[in-house]
């Protein structure tokens, strides 16, 4: 009997085909939202963490602020190797750096530009993850020896040695002849908001001793050995610096995590009002199918009557409707489903090579779940009011 319950609900839709497709154009419509939604919102998430890692992972960075409340800022206030060596030691902390920038000048046609020289210690490349484009980075030899070597921006390679290779090229910095052994960016862009300006040379930070006294850091970095331990990583940094200097010096210890937490909080917040308007959608496409089988429902009542008088039970007729709502609602979710897990794969040739759409499967089983009790929960007062019909009456319908 269930079998031919089926056919049956499979041909009455089979004969209306234009109002069913109509029916489930909200459905699918609303489906693929949930899906679309899911998947930005991983999409976003994923690419600020990609920005955050490319900037460094699970770093925290340190520096001393002058502006001290309760006393006037010194030199021993200053954030120095000993201190350096101190954060190395805390547990958790994977590779530890140290950077100070000053400002000089280069020689370029005999004009001078101004530049910024940063002089870093042996963990900073690990630490800010930075891409070598030609030549090597600064090895343990060129701090051991305090080789006069640097390596510079593709912005100032291109402005000193247009059209020319830089690797092994001279390089003025005020009076002072260096050796450029490598060109580099940063893999992610921080727009001068790190010591790496467009224009600017790394040096071996022992070097910097030639351009004035320089005994102090200004951005202490500390790369933490998981995740999970950055936070911890912080909160001692911030421990061992004010332990090691005098009360009331203020140092501003931070990672990038809270920048996460932050787009994280916005991606979710998104999501929420987006996938609301989903689920609207659903519900006023499940109005739709609830009129649309209500006027079925009236349109076949000799129908159902003959059904009736010649044997069907009322669970029947029920099973019919609820079917045919179902069946609306499901290839609508269908359609839907397939079309928000194309259009990601469709447009990934055309995204930058480092940026992926990830597709949530979850999702796609919840959209359809979703989908399909919305056909149940508006289908059932139509498929109820269908079966509650009394033969006698319906077959005196007109």
């Keep these: 009997m269930r079998t031919e319950t089926l056919r049956v609900a499979v041909e009455a839709l089979r004969a209306n085909t234009l109002k069913a497709f109509l029916t489930g154009l ?25 920005q955050i890692e490319g900037v460094g992972a699970n770093i925290v960075y340190a520096k001393y602020v002058r502006e001290g409340p309760l006393l006037a800022s010194g030199l021993a206030d200053e954030i120095s190797m000993g201190d350096l060596e101190a954060v190395r030691e805390l547990p958790g902390v994977a590779e530890i750096a140290g950077t100070r920038g000053i400002s000089t000048m280069v020689v370029r046609a005999g004009v001078e530009r101004p530049v910024e020289l940063v002089g870093v210690t042996q963990g900073f490349q690990r630490v800010r993850n930075l891409a070598l484009l030609r030549g090597r980075m600064l090895d343990p030899d060129d701090f051991a020896l305090q ?114 937490a932050a787009a994280s909080n916005i991606a979710n917040a998104l999501t ?19 009129n649309i089988m209500l006027v079925t429902v009236t349109q076949r009542t000799r ?31 269908l359609a839907g489903i397939v079309i928000a897990v194309s259009i990601p794969l469709l447009i990934q040739p055309f995204l930058p090579g480092n940026l992926r759409v990830p597709i949530s499967w979850v999702s796609v089983v919840v959209a359809f779940a979703v989908t399909c009790f919305t056909g149940v929960l508006f289908g059932y007062l139509p498929a109820n009011r269908a079966a509650r019909l009394q033969p006698t009456e319906s077959l005196r319908y007109e």
């Excluded at 909200?26 to 990609?50: F, N, P």
């Excluded at 022992?206 to 912080?234: E, H, K, M, S, W």
Aim: charged share 20%; proline share 4%; aromatic share 8%.
């Design 26 to 50: 909200g459905v699918m419509i609303g489906s693929a939202c949930i899906v679309l939604v899911v998947t930005v919102a991983l999409s976003g998430e994923r690419y600020i963490l990609d």
């Design 147 to 260: 080789s006069k070597n640097c390596i510079i921006t593709q912005e100032l390679a291109a402005l000193m040695f247009p059209g020319e290779s830089a690797v092994g090229r001279e390089i003025r910095f005020g009076e002072l002849p260096f050796t450029v052994v490598g060109v580099f960016q940063e893999r992610v862009s921080t727009f001068g908001q790190s010591e790496i300006k467009r224009e600017s040379a790394l040096i071996p930070y022992p070097v910097l001793r030639y351009f004035g006294d320089f005994n102090f850091i200004r951005t202490l970095y500390a790369q933490a050995a998981r995740p999970d331990l950055v936070q911890t990583v912080t909160r001692r940094t911030q421990e061992v610096l004010e332990g090691r200097h005098r009360p009331g010096a203020v140092y501003q210890v931070e990672n990038l995590t809270s920048l996460l």
């Design 272 to 290: 929420v009002v987006l996938l609301t308007i989903a689920f609207i959608a659903l519900v006023i496409s499940g109005i739709g199918i609830m």
């Design 303 to 333: 129908e159902i009557g003959i059904r009736k008088a010649i044997g069907a039970p009322q669970r029947e007729i029920l099973w019919q409707f609820l079917l045919e709502a179902v069946m609306i609602s499901a290839a609508g979710a």
